[in-house]
T-cell receptor, first 113, second 113 residues
Framework: DAGITQSPRHKVTETGTPVTLRCHQT?????MYWYRQDPGHGLRLIHY???????DKGEVSDGYSVSRSKTEDFLLTLESATSSQTSVYFC????????????FGEGSRLTVL | GDSVTQMEGPVTLSEEAFLTINCTYT??????LFWYVQYPGEGLQLLLK?????DKGSNKGFEATYRKETTSFHLEKGSVQVSDSAVYFC????????????FGQGTTLQVKP
């Protein structure tokens, strides 16, 4: 199994509070992604990274920011959480940008009350 | 933009029944196509892939053929088992060369003994 750890795995928070989710990999893969999974929507890309300090927006990036200061860590931050951000968040990594395989973490379930 | 459409679930089958999960896509070019599977409480994992027209991906008894003329990549298995119960996602590769995938909404399969 690819070495991907997400933390926290479960979090309940209140509207308006900041939240940071962490993705840590031990594979030294260059590409990292944050997706959210919601019923009826499948997985939608929030942000991705193609190297240290190189990030870009996905299709649902509003309300989220990311940082990657080291190859192994990719942080997703909700500056002021809203109920619409209640979701399961998945981190994924990839070795190459071609038709390669994405390896997923186990997910972080976030509930915003 | 590019998109993936899957048949709605849930799909409920008896053990040893034949499985088909339909997937069609819209893309401006010729993406690679993937099927991912998500078992309860886990992240997604690659089931099979095809990188060009008429390619057949196969794994664990599952098959899917890349059909350019019908823009489809239907997943099939001749005889399902209870252990195949999971959520199945069809996906295509984004042709912007960032390695990111675009996912369908997912189809839940439940196999009963």
């Amino acid at each position: 199994d690819a070495g991907i750890t997400q933390s926290p795995r479960h979090k309940v928070t209140e509207t308006g509070t900041p939240v940071t989710l962490r993705c840590h990999q031990t594979e030294n893969h260059r590409y990292m992604y944050w997706y959210r999974q919601d019923p009826g929507h499948g997985l939608r890309l929030i942000h991705y990274s193609y190297g240290v300090k190189d990030t870009d927006k996905g299709e649902v990036s509003d309300g989220y920011s990311v940082s990657r200061s080291k190859t192994e860590d990719f942080l997703l931050t909700l500056e002021s959480a809203t109920s619409s951000q209640t979701s399961v968040y998945f981190c994924a990594i990839s070795e190459s940008r071609g038709a390669g395989e994405l390896f997923f973490g186990e997910g972080s379930r976030l509930t915003v009350l | 933009g590019d998109s993936v459409t899957q048949m709605e679930g849930p799909v409920t089958l008896s053990e040893e029944a034949f499985l088909t999960i339909n997937c069609t896509y819209t893309a401006t070019g010729y993406p690679s196509l993937f099927w991912y599977v998500q078992y309860p409480g886990e992240g997604l994992q690659l089931l099979l892939k095809a990188t060009k027209a008429d390619d057949k991906g196969s794994n664990k008894g599952f098959e899917a053929t890349y059909r350019k003329e019908t823009t489809s990549f239907h997943l099939e298995k001749g005889s399902v088992q209870v252990s195949d119960s999971a959520v199945y996602f069809c996906a295509l590769s984004d042709l912007s060369n960032t390695g990111k995938l675009i996912f369908g909404q997912g189809t839940t399969l439940q196999v009963k003994p």
